[in-house]
């Protein structure tokens, strides 16, 4: 009987202490903008942008963002649902329809970059020839050679997507992967199956040196990738924290952040070109850019 | 052949040099799988006794359901309760979805079925006479249910022990339900899949090396428990 007694006093301390944890749910900073959720594609998490860019604005305000990244179909999901309370993605039409369907508020441009063909080195289709991107995915479907799509209504699956339209090709049969994972895991599945891949340059710059894989197309302005901040519309969800949304907001689009997302760098590589501020872009981001990681910058498509 | 030695060897390098942020998930993998482990316990434990002693029809279909249910993956777990905990569903408004209460609930519902099915196996395992006996001597409902518990307390420490590391190794439901927030809901789980994603293989590793002797030193406290009890 006492080693019972023992038991339950041990489990009964360990519940104590773990519902002492538990109850510490999302506690807001006594002052400040509390906890904000970010909704984000797993190229901004991954890249590892964020964790230069989300630190000051927490330190500043008073804030916890609490990050989420997720494809950008789903992130606009959770936003839809009031699960988020601001998203940063990169998709401008479903962006666009968000934002017109009344889920979204004060949309602002943040950043580009833009998308890369990735492929084996040995080029089997002869994508590196092509003349357009749609060309260039034309080529792999008519050699048959295997393409490995992200297949997760992403931001980057949607212009896949959208490249396989232009190019009149319903693709589809054994040499096409649907993944349905990450930016990151599509690029190692499609370096172990020798496969083309359309990745956005950020992720396959912070992979580079674990790949194969090398750019077997890019610059032409249709592969521009450009990053949108959002907050969910309080109107729809009176309980998301909108001064908090509103605030990283203005945080990421203000000279600083956008100086921080211009400076930020892997491998010695600039990721992302910030638009907000068009005084940044020519900035520490202009400087350090290497002619392969300018991609072709047109004019920031703010609302 | 060299590639995977060498990442072997690099994660063994990076455990000399782990960061807060392993700390943190550790601890949020133990804070949330002993939270669930109790909760199913306390639930599933008298669930199984009453199983194991009550005699009632449909009790074989009942069990035969119960096993089944040991067999739902977590990332449906996960999914009914994403329907359930998000924003625009039943429990929205207990704003719960992505936090570490979220991992707990689901993680339970996974664990439940398993702790009951362990403890009605242990019940019934037990020497029919401790409960006649028990009744004989004028023992009540209670006092004959605390008999039992102490009579069989390895085979009902060991649904515990079962429970904990079910839930502790698990990923789906802390995905899903947790949605690898850093230092807020990234269990040891979720970090490795992360990591998996990011192409970082060693680190990946060392994470999991780190899982593994985590849920050793936990089993070790519970082998002193078993040990404790027999010497009574």
């Not at chain 1, 984000?40 to 989300?54: I, Q, V, Y």
């Not at chain 1, 060309?135 to 396989?164: I, N, P, Q």
């Not at chain 1, 109107?235 to 930020?264: C, K």
């Not at chain 2, 039943?90 to 339970?108: D, E, K």
């Amino acid at each position: 009987m006492r080693s019972i007694a023992y038991a339950l006093v041990v489990i009964g301390g360990l519940l104590a202490a773990v519902l002492g944890f538990s109850c510490g749910e999302a506690p807001p900073p006594p002052e400040g903008l509390g906890t904000i959720r970010l909704a984000t594609t797993t190229s901004t998490e991954n890249s590892g942008l964020l964790d230069k860019l989300l630190p000051p604005f927490e330190a500043r305000f008073g804030a916890e963002v609490h990050v989420i990244s997720v494809g950008t179909g789903r992130a606009l999901a959770l936003a839809r649902n009031g699960d988020a309370d601001v998203v940063l993605v990169h998709a401008p039409a479903a962006e666009t329809a968000f934002v017109e369907a009344g889920h979204g508020a004060g949309r602002r441009a943040v950043m580009v970059n833009d998308f890369v063909l990735l492929g084996p080195a040995e080029d089997p289709a002869g994508a590196a020839k092509a003349e357009s991107a749609a060309d260039a995915l034309a080529a792999v479907a008519k050699a048959g050679a295997t393409f490995a799509s992200r297949g997760d209504d992403s931001g980057t699956h949607k212009k896949e997507r959208a490249l396989w339209a232009e190019a009149g090709i319903q693709p589809a049969g054994a040499w096409y992967l649907e993944v349905g994972q990450g930016m990151g895991a599509t690029l190692l599945l499609a370096d172990e199956k020798r496969a083309y891949c359309l990745s956005d340059r950020g992720t396959y710059l912070a992979m580079r040196d674990k790949i194969h894989l090398a750019v077997r197309f890019e610059g032409t302005p249709v592969l521009r990738n450009p990053y949108s901040i959002i907050a969910v519309n309080p109107a729809r969800h009176p309980d998301v924290n909108y001064a908090g949304a509103m605030a990283l907001i203005g945080w990421v689009t203000s000279p600083e952040g956008q100086a921080i997302i211009g400076g930020f760098r892997v491998g010695g590589q600039v990721l992302f070109h910030p638009t907000a501020v068009p005084d940044a872009a020519t900035g520490p981001a202009a400087k350090g850019t290497s002619p392969q990681a300018a991609p072709p910058l047109a004019a920031p498509d703010a609302p | 052949m060299s590639w995977t030695l060498d990442q072997f060897l690099q994660a063994l390098r990076l455990l000399g040099s782990l960061d807060a942020d392993v700390y943190r998930a550790v601890a949020v993998s133990l804070g949330v799988a002993s939270a669930s482990t109790v909760l199913a316990a306390a639930a599933g434990l008298p669930l199984g006794l009453t199983l194991g002693l009550a005699r009632f029809r449909g009790k074989r279909l009942l069990t035969t359901v119960l096993h089944a249910l040991m067999a739902v993956p977590t990332v449906l777990i996960g999914l009914v309760f994403y329907a359930v905990l998000s924003r625009q569903g039943l429990l929205g408004g207990w704003r719960l979805l992505y936090t570490r209460s979220a991992i707990v609930l689901g993680q339970c519902v996974l664990a439940l079925p398993l702790v009951t099915a362990l403890a009605h196996a242990a019940t019934e395992g037990l020497d029919p006479r401790v409960r006649r006996t028990a009744r004989t001597l004028g023992a009540g409902r209670w006092r004959t249910a605390r008999t039992l518990l102490s009579e069989g307390r390895r085979s009902y420490l060991a649904a515990g022990v079962a429970a904990f590391g079910r839930v502790f190794g698990e990923v789906g439901i802390s995905m899903m339900l947790g949605g690898n927030i850093r230092a807020y809901t990234r269990t040891v789980t979720t970090a490795i899949a992360l990591e998996t994603a990011k192409g970082e293989v060693a680190l990946g590793l060392a994470l999991g090396i780190v899982l593994m002797v985590v849920a050793l030193g936990m089993n070790l406290v519970f082998l002193r428990l078993h040990g404790r009890g027999d010497r009574t």
